[in-house]
């Protein structure tokens, strides 16, 4: 059985840190959800992407409109995250402040739903201050 703190940390390190789409897709069911509810129009994330196709395809669209990581990368000592399980054992939530090089901050929660050690369902809620 994968725990929450694997299946987070293979997460972080497809999409945040890797960029991979071809990974960050792998690690959900076929019929796998991306949701990022708070997302408008015109965003680079999609508010909701279904199946490993349509999240591959959509990240990969989100990652060719971001600035490159080297740009503003992620300042390790200034980011940290809690895992929070709950009575269901397979729903966890992630809190992250991320903290980018630059000054700027990002916080999120994210929502995950696993089945079979992968993620059935990601809701991410995110905002920069």
């Known amino acids: 059985m994968t725990n929450p703190q694997e299946i987070f940390q293979r997460y972080v390190h497809a999409g945040a840190m890797s960029r991979d789409p071809d990974a960050l897709a792998a690690l959900f069911t076929p019929d796998g959800v991306y949701e990022a509810p708070l997302a408008g129009d015109g965003d680079v994330f999609a508010r909701r992407l279904a199946g490993r196709d349509a999240i591959r395809a ?3 669209a989100a990652y060719a409109r971001m600035p490159s990581a080297g740009d503003d990368p992620v300042d390790p000592a200034g ?6 399980t709950t009575g269901d054992p397979d729903v966890f939530v992630a809190e992250i402040d991320t903290a980018l090089r630059s000054g700027a901050r990002m916080s999120l929660v994210q929502i995950f739903r696993v089945r079979d050690g992968l993620i059935h369902h990601l809701r991410d809620y995110f905002a920069r201050f």
């Open 58 to 60: 959509g990240m990969a």
């Open 79 to 84: 980011t940290s995250f809690t895992l929070h």
